[in-house]
């Protein structure tokens, strides 16, 4: 059989291959690029507590040295070390022998004094002594007088007593030690500690701006109209109890411009000891209309400047340059730059810029932290 040549049949096929490709890539192009999906949050006003997390440290609530008021040798210490005692209650007995003597011979001088007034007095209307000499000796009845109330008081200065209810630290003197009136040293330290003082530093300008936002309305007071306090030991774990603010200084610290508050706290169990440091959150007010947006939608730019991606009405990607406060759980408090009803975007932010197109799907949201669920997104934008 002859032999056909197969040439003009394979150069038909790659014709005709070729042409098929040039319609399948004009197909694809043809064909418009998918918008990307995204989830969104759309912001709502709500009434939020704010709070302001301070670092501090605890003191006592009241708080007194024992120091002696005579001179003497320490008798007998009366009371146990570390022990919660009463207002009232004798610790220490210096030795009495010297003011119990001084005592005796000042009533001696009394008595012999008294009895010499008695008796000018009813020589006078005698006209036997002079009206002179019945007032000298009516005056050293009065210094007697005078000096057996000193002695009295002396002798009982040398029985040390409890000025407060609380609980005693350590003794600086035993028995036999030598005190002295007016020593700068304190025998005893007691400390009440039930309840007790949280003392906190907040700088002034927070300060001011708290009070500037109470007086526009911004922040709304507590029903009750006192800043409650709670705290965070220094193991993590919440003091069961809550406090409240007693007072504010009325100056500032000139070395760190902050003002010192002071919380008292209720401490029965004595948990709280004075000196150590406490994280306190104070309450400070009630936002009615705040909007809170989520942290994992807000970034910054180059130069710091908190930003946001919203979606508006027409589906296109928008920045926005926000004004933020503190952050509120999973949240941040928006101060501008964002209102109610704007939707922000919390998942997909990788594959947009502005002025794209997206698809706009609401987050689900955990009810407890407020924290987006995070979505499966895999189309990318153009």
């Not at 007194?64 to 146990?80: C, M």
């Not at 004798?90 to 008595?111: F, K, R, W």
């Not at 401490?267 to 989520?294: K, S, T």
Request: proline share 5%; with cysteine; hydrophobic share 40%.
């Amino acid at each position: 059989m002859p032999f056909k040549p197969v040439f003009p049949a394979l150069v038909t096929a790659i014709a005709f291959a070729t042409m098929l490709s040039g319609c399948n890539k004009e197909q694809v192009a043809a064909t418009p690029a998918q918008a990307p999906q995204v989830s969104v949050v759309t912001l709502k006003p709500q009434a939020v507590t704010l709070f302001n997390d301070l670092p501090g440290r605890t003191s006592a609530y009241r708080l007194a040295e024992v120091r002696p008021q005579v001179d003497g040798i320490v008798l007998k210490r009366l009371f146990k070390e570390g022990a919660d005692i009463k207002a009232g209650q004798q610790l220490y007995q210096i030795d009495p022998s010297t003011y119990e003597v001084t005592l005796a011979s000042a009533q001696a001088s009394l008595e012999q004094s008294r009895s010499l007034t008695t008796r000018y007095r009813q020589l006078i209307d005698e006209q036997a002594v002079s009206k002179q000499e019945y007032d000298t000796a009516r005056s050293q009845q009065m210094q007697a007088e005078a000096q057996v109330k000193g002695a009295q008081i002396n002798l009982r200065y040398t029985k040390m007593f409890a000025p407060i209810s609380g609980r005693i630290g350590r003794s600086a003197v035993t028995e036999g030690a030598l005190v002295s009136n007016g020593q700068a040293a304190a025998l005893a330290i007691i400390q009440q500690l039930d309840p007790i003082y949280v003392d906190v530093t907040q700088p002034y300008g927070e300060v001011l701006k708290l009070r500037r936002a109470l007086e526009s309305g911004q922040l709304q007071k507590t029903a009750d109209k006192a800043a409650k306090v709670s705290l965070t030991l220094q193991d993590g774990s919440q003091y069961p109890l809550q406090g409240s603010l007693e007072f504010s200084e009325v100056s500032v610290d000139e070395a760190t411009g902050s003002v010192t508050l002071r919380a008292v706290f209720p401490n029965p169990d004595h948990l709280l000891l004075p000196g150590i440091f406490v994280h306190a959150r104070l309450q400070e007010g009630v936002a009615e209309q705040a909007i809170l947006a989520p942290q994992i939608g807000v970034t910054r730019d180059l130069k710091g400047t908190p930003t946001a991606m919203v979606v508006t009405a027409d589906n296109k990607v928008e920045q926005r340059q926000l004004k933020v406060g503190r952050t509120v759980g999973a949240n941040v408090l928006v101060e501008s730059g964002l209102s109610a009803g704007d939707k922000i975007i919390v998942e997909g932010l990788q594959f947009i810029k502005p002025g794209s197109s997206v698809v706009a799907q609401e987050a689900m949201t955990d009810e407890a932290n407020r924290a987006p669920v995070a979505l499966n997104t895999s189309a990318k934008a153009e």
